[in-house]
């Protein structure tokens, strides 16, 4: 399980991260973009709960995001090997996440998916808990980021990153949590949750279905404590494979970016209103 753990969020323990910024202009798909989403969001908050209108569907929803790792993670290797109780075993307390050839960490992606996402959701009414405040920082421990989550009463959450696999694979997959006792109320209500993540990837992203990781982008994992010891619906996305040179050549676009955070959002919406 420890070799799996790391194909989440690989630990370059490099010295120095790369500070290149690997901006290559790649064309989003129109297809990729094409849903209609004001519309779609619209006519599912009209039969939400009591309180959420057509603009602000997610009013009263508390929404949870753990934006992974770092920016100043791989300054602290001690802290970082901390070994901390993940509810099924021990696990380092944070990793220093994955990065692209060009030195685009994962960190910084993962950070800016969030900030997107909490704009998105905010917009929509919704109050948005975050684990982590900028990525200039270290940690906090994956137990740490877990228990922020779960001490806000999130109504759902989600765990943003973006792979270290192979360099010939691509593609996104959606990690889902496995029964172990704190997170078994919620694993029914996670796997819909993982559903409507996948169904909105790839409805406003051009990233594909991972072709190298779990099947047809979805894995089970017992051990992350980002999803064993979740009491609210939560599932971990790699929105991609940032040592892939399609894949990463795509999600350091900033538009890229937003669309996830818009599929991200679009599926918090279709989760918590039922449509
Ligand atoms: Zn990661």
């Known amino acids: 399980m420890r070799v799996s753990g790391i194909r989440c969020c690989p630990a370059s323990r490099r010295a120095v991260v790369g500070l290149t910024v690997g901006l290559v202009a790649v064309a989003v798909p129109a297809t990729a973009v094409a849903g209609t989403a004001t519309a779609s969001t619209q006519h599912r908050a009209g039969a939400s709960h009591a309180g959420a209108s057509a603009a602000e569907p997610l009013k009263g929803k508390i929404v949870g995001i753990d934006p992974g790792h ?28 994955t990065e692209t050839a060009k030195g685009y960490t994962e960190a910084r992606f993962n950070w800016n998916v969030a900030r997107y996402l909490r704009q998105d959701l905010e917009k929509y009414g919704a109050k948005v808990v ?53 997170n078994d109320k919620v694993i029914n209500a996670s796997l819909r949750f993982a559903k409507d993540v996948h169904a909105e990837m790839l409805r406003y992203t051009p990233m594909m ?67």
Request: proline share 5%.
């Open 70 to 97: 770092n920016g100043r993670n791989w300054t602290d290797p001690a802290y970082l090997n901390r070994q901390v109780w993940n509810g099924r075993e021990w696990e380092d307390c944070d990793t220093t996440g």
């Open 209 to 275: 279905v991972s072709d190298y990781y779990g099947h047809d982008g979805y894995i089970r994992r017992d051990d992350l404590a980002g999803l064993n010891l979740t009491t609210e619906p939560k599932v971990l996305i790699e929105c991609g494979n940032m040592q892939n040179s399609q894949d990463a050549a795509l999600l350091v676009q900033a538009s890229v970016q937003r669309h996830i955070a818009r599929a991200l959002a679009q599926a918090i919406v279709e989760f918590l209103t039922g449509k």
């Open 130 to 182: 975050m684990t982590r405040k900028s990525n200039d920082g270290i940690g906090p421990c994956v137990t740490t980021r877990a228990r922020i989550l779960n001490k806000a009463h999130a109504d759902v959450s989600v765990d943003i990153h973006a792979d270290g696999g192979p360099p010939s694979g691509r593609g996104f997959t959606v990690l889902e949590p496995v029964a172990d006792g704190p």
